[in-house]
């Protein structure tokens, strides 16, 4: 046990990482993508930078900061872009400070409700630093165009609630990457409580859909559009799951104590199947994706399924 102040200097993380994944498109990978340890990634134009996400701490955040500077000859961000209001992807923003922020609506509306996200108890202690809530000051709906130098990025929201209500991907169709935020981790459990199970198993096919060579996603190594089918099973494995339970009289606890993963125990932050299969029986009862469940229930069943104790985070 370590009794100094957590963050990336002191854990036995590897650091993070630039892969410039195509022509002028990098992906900054934060090993080891489990809770609040997110990718970015950003797109190099002549006197412009568009930066895909920000970090959850302020720690993170200027390392990432730092590792643009490196790659564009000493540049910030002119744009960030939020794929979706989720702290370890937001909270960096003020950090960006000469940069516009876009989001979608939603984005804004969510983090303008929740304010800063930095729970305390529910994980393991981290060192936010200093972060302050910034959200976006341009919103869209659908899709909205960024031409970054002669590089187009096409931010596009996938058109139903999926990791969250406000989820954007950021398709760089010149160079065909896709940066598809937490619709997909590489890794890790995937993780659905604030959106829905049915409607990111519909984003998953729109994923797909773009035919991108490179995909970069919100947690864990890039990849190919093949890291979509593991999401896709899981998804449909939470469903079937909860579909038992539920003719069982189980709880969502109750059925993940239950529950053997195979396959899926390899992939980390496995104790999300507890908020997952909450999202899942709120929708075999009828609930539309993104309606409003009890999000303080999961997380208080997800700290019970852990044995009563923070879940490990090593932001
Ligand atoms: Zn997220």
Known sequence: MSHGHPGIDDRSLPPPRVEEVADRVFAYVQPD???????????LGDE????????????????????????????????VVNTHHH?????????????TVI???????????????????????????????????VTFERRLDVH????????????????????VVAW??????????????NGGTPFVLMGSVAGSLVALDRLVEFDAEVVVPGHGPPGT?????????????????????????????????ET???????????????????RAFAEHGGARPGDEIDLVAAFGDMVTFNGGRPLRCLA
């Open 260 to 278: 053997d993963l195979g396959a899926f125990a390899d992939l980390t932050d496995s104790e999300r199947l507890v908020g997952n299969l909450h």
């Open 48 to 79: 412009a930078v568009l930066s895909v996400d920000t970090c959850a701490t302020e720690r993170r955040t200027r390392a990432m900061l730092e590792a643009v500077a490196g790659a564009s000859g000493g540049q910030a961000p002119t744009t």
């Open 225 to 257: 559009p093949a890291i979509a089918d593991v999401v896709g099973e899981y998804l449909r494995f939470v469903q079937d799951t909860a579909e038992r339970a539920v003719a069982a009289g189980l709880s969502p606890l109750e059925a993940a104590q």
């Open 33 to 43: 993508g489990t809770w609040w340890i997110n990718n970015t990634g950003f797109v």
């Open 103 to 137: 989001g979608h609506r939603l984005c804004r509306e969510e983090m303008t409700k929740m304010g800063l996200s930095r729970p305390d108890g529910l994980f393991e202690p981290v060192d936010w630093g200093d972060i302050a809530l910034r959200p976006p000051s």
């Open 172 to 185: 760089v169709p010149e160079r065909r990457v896709l940066f598809t935020g937490d619709l997909l981790f």
């Open 148 to 167: 970054v130098g002669d590089l187009l990025v096409e931010l596009h929201h996938v058109g139903t609630a999926a990791h969250t209500t406000n989820d």
């Open 87 to 99: 702290g370890d992807h937001t909270n960096g923003n003020a950090l960006a400070s000469s940069a």
